[in-house]
């Protein structure tokens, strides 16, 4: 009877003792999913402040400051000058003294002058070129104002600081009030954004000829890299037999993901301009960089997708009498392929917010112009961001946020693929 009550106690305190380790095990697993999700909480915040920093200091870039001219196309002004080479800065100067006649001395007349953009006579330029019946007319046209007029009009400038605290004068803000009074000057959907290049000027500067380099330089490194990259990854898990060397060649390959990218830049330097002297500051050389750089996570990716295809559709093809290349070829790379789809756009993802290797080659030089092939000197949205950044104008900042901006949305539509192909295509065995 004593055993039988010893061994009822015994086993009381050791149900106790269990139940107090269950209880301090469930008290550690609710702490580490509250620390779990408060670190998914602080990195969300984080990344949210982030792209609130980003919107607030970019989304008036979308809106330009521009100034009405009533502008007179003096004949006079074509006297022994063809359309292309008229004096057009000169017309712009003198709307502007009309508007503004009381201006006299010249100190103030530069002042004057200083509102609008240096791009309002190129503007005026290309109207005239496509109307010349214009000459002799007067003609009201909207112009770009100078960047530090945008930044005023936009709020982005006190208008009651100290003068030796701005860059506008007084005089040149109390000309701005009055064209504001006579609706003369206001803002605009900013085409120039989108439809320009790069310029010395902020409110004439646009990324289309760095988009235009970034879609030349990601359509090569496609053409380049998929097919190689998905044949290597192919001929590794398939075909290659299982020795030193392929170990070796394995061992590179995943190495080679983890090199900084500011390397391949600097093989791209070595080899293809210096060596087999290709074109500086093009796409085709950007191309084979990223091709380079790229090449390591799309064959690591590719081999994971081929390993993930089942070994029984491998011996179901082999049982019927499928060669081996047969069995690769219509069997396990279709089911592979969604893979190595979402593994290459990812890979292209990061090639397109690449800036270290292209900066190397070359590609960080101020481009004016919109490239119209793969050889011309073209710029990239990473590196046109990069010399944004670096610019001491104000209105250069704006579009620096506006540029990533833009390049954000690229890398969510580019993800955001790689997700559907995946949900899409993705076979379940």
Same mark, same amino acid.
């Given at each position: 009877m004593r055993s039988s009550t010893g061994a009822g106690a015994a086993a009381t305190a050791g149900r106790r003792f269990v139940e107090k380790g269950l209880a301090r095990r469930y008290r550690a697993e609710k702490r580490?999913?509250?620390?779990?999700?408060?670190?998914?909480?602080?990195?969300?915040?984080?990344?949210?402040?982030?792209?609130?920093?980003?919107?607030?200091?970019?989304?008036?870039?979308?809106?330009?400051?521009?100034?009405?001219?009533?502008?007179?196309?003096?004949?006079?002004?074509?006297?022994?000058?063809?359309?292309?080479?008229?004096?057009?800065?000169?017309?712009?100067?003198?709307?502007?003294?009309?508007?503004?006649?009381?201006?006299? #001395?010249?100190?103030? #007349?530069?002042?004057?002058? #200083?509102?609008?953009?240096?791009?309002?006579?190129?503007?005026?330029?290309?109207?005239?070129?496509?109307?010349?019946?214009?000459?002799?007319?007067?003609?009201?046209?909207?112009?770009?104002?100078?960047?530090?007029?945008?930044?005023?009009?936009?709020?982005?400038?006190?208008?009651?600081?100290?003068?030796?605290?701005?860059?506008l004068k007084d005089i040149q803000i109390r000309w701005i009030e009055r064209l504001e009074k006579k609706g003369e000057i206001e803002k605009r959907f900013n085409r120039a954004f989108f439809t320009a290049a790069d310029s010395r000027e902020p409110e004439l500067a646009g990324i289309l000829g760095a988009a235009v380099g970034s879609a030349f330089t990601l359509i090569l490194t496609l053409l380049l890299s998929f097919p190689i990259g998905t044949a290597t990854a192919v001929y590794l898990e398939e075909f290659a037999p299982k020795n030193r060397w392929t170990d070796i060649i394995e061992v590179n390959i995943n190495n080679l993901a983890a090199v900084p990218s500011i390397v391949f830049g600097l093989l791209g330097l070595g080899i293809f301009i210096n060596f087999f002297g290709l074109p500086r500051s093009s796409s085709l050389v950007g191309a084979l960089v990223l091709t380079l750089m790229t090449l390591p996570t799309i064959i690591i990716a590719a081999r994971a997708a081929l390993k993930s295809v089942p070994p029984s559709i491998r011996e179901a093809a082999l049982g019927v009498g499928a060669s081996k290349m047969q069995t690769v070829v219509h069997h396990v790379f279709p089911l592979a392929l969604p893979g190595m789809l979402t593994g290459t756009i990812i890979g292209m993802g990061r090639a397109l917010g690449e800036t270290a290797p292209l900066l190397m080659i070359g590609m960080v030089a101020f481009i004016a112009d919109i490239p119209r092939n793969f050889i011309d000197p073209a710029s990239a949205l990473p590196v046109q961001i990069y010399l944004w950044a670096d610019s001491p104008e104000r209105a250069f900042m704006e579009r620096t946020s506006a540029a990533i901006m833009v390049l954000l949305i690229f890398l969510i539509l580019m993800n955001a693929t790689a997700v559907y192909l995946r949900k899409r295509f993705e076979k379940r065995w």
């Open positions: 580490f999913r509250r620390l779990g999700l408060a670190a998914i909480v602080v990195s969300l915040s984080f990344l949210a402040l982030l792209f609130a920093s980003i919107v607030s200091s970019g989304y008036s870039t979308f809106e330009q400051t521009v100034i009405r001219l009533t502008v007179f196309i003096d004949p006079h002004a074509f006297d022994n000058e063809s359309l292309e080479s008229a004096d057009y800065a000169g017309l712009v100067k003198a709307a502007m003294r009309r508007r503004f006649p009381g201006v006299k #001395k010249r100190k103030q #007349k530069r002042q004057l002058y #200083k509102l609008v953009s240096p791009g309002a006579a190129w503007q005026l330029r290309a109207k005239v070129l496509r109307h010349s019946e214009l000459i002799g007319k007067t003609i009201t046209v909207w112009v770009p104002a100078d960047d530090d007029v945008d930044m005023l009009a936009k709020g982005k400038v006190d208008r009651h600081l100290p003068e030796s605290s701005r860059r």
